[in-house]
């Protein structure tokens, strides 16, 4: 792992682009690791290969509520291993460790993925002011001159005794700098905010409420209401979509709901219905 950030401080690299001031890690840490709450601890570095490998491996020895930040990511990872990478300070970058023990069974851990899509998208809208929609099971959407683009991805990982869940965000990425034409930020959806500061609060602070009402419900996603809150703000629910699942298999149909296991649900031409657990899902078009 590269130096902390008390390190960090004293180099002036941090400060190259005045456009994209470094995150203060001390005012986060004031704001967000208090008595009581989630967050036992927020650790922000200048560079590393990936936030999420670096606190799976520290995870066995760190509590819950564990935070890693990268001001940037040189092997950031999403799913099917594809990459991540962006300027550095052009967006969020990390990963926080959960522990939900006895309270939840393990075969609910998979709705962590969800979660943190919904606990980011509420954030940012509060935060932000801009509408982030959700696509199963873990982009995060925005809207750039009437097209929907990926301006985040989430990937959860299970550890010994728990899940790390990295969240990568594109927040001031301008077109030049999109990895690629379907890519977006919210400074292109037009954010009210992109102070990464604020924005970084604001979606640990949810995914804490979230969690914390997910964790007291025992992982039941009815009861919590993360189930149904997915299904509202789930932009692939209600279109035609393309999953490619593992083995080479592909299924097209009807996106319909998203189950209690968090499976999307997929209709076919045939009508018959199929439950969807993993796979890379495109959308088609809207089902009117």
């Not at 490619?244 to 009508?271: K, N, Q, S, Y």
Request: proline share 5%.
């Amino acid at each position: 792992m590269t130096p902390s950030d008390a390190s960090a401080g004293a180099s002036a690299g941090r400060w190259s682009n005045l456009e994209r001031p470094p995150l203060n890690a001390e005012g986060l840490r004031r704001a967000l690791v208090t008595g009581g709450g989630l967050w036992t601890s927020l650790e922000v570095v200048d560079t590393t290969g990936s936030t999420n490998t670096d606190l799976a491996a520290r995870a066995p020895e760190l509590p819950e509520g564990a935070v890693l930040v990268a001001e940037e990511q040189s092997a950031g990872r999403g799913r099917l291993d594809r990459s991540w990478v962006a300027p550095a300070r052009s967006g969020l970058f990390f990963s926080v460790l959960f522990k939900p023990g006895d309270a939840v069974p393990q075969e609910r851990w998979g709705w962590l993925t969800l979660l943190a899509g919904v606990a980011t998208a509420t954030g940012l809208s509060r935060a932000a002011g801009v509408d982030t929609a959700l696509k199963w099971p873990n982009d995060l959407l925005v809207t750039v001159d009437g097209e929907e683009r990926k301006t985040g991805g989430i990937l959860a990982e299970r550890v010994a005794d728990g899940v790390v869940v990295g969240i990568g965000l594109n927040v001031s990425l301008t077109e030049d700098e999109l990895p690629v034409p379907a890519a977006g930020s919210l400074a292109l959806a037009k954010a009210a905010v992109t102070d990464r500061d604020p924005l970084l609060r604001a979606v640990l602070r949810s995914l804490e409420e979230w969690y914390g009402n997910w964790r007291a419900a025992g992982g039941d996603p009815a009861a919590s209401g993360l189930q149904e809150t997915y299904a509202a703000g789930c932009a692939t629910l209600g279109r035609h979509v393309r999953a490619e699942l593992p083995g080479g298999r592909t299924l097209t149909g009807t996106a319909e709901a998203v189950d209690t296991d968090g499976r999307l649900v997929i209709r076919t031409a045939e009508g018959q219905h199929e439950a969807v657990g993993a796979g890379d899902v495109v959308h088609l078009r809207s089902v009117h």
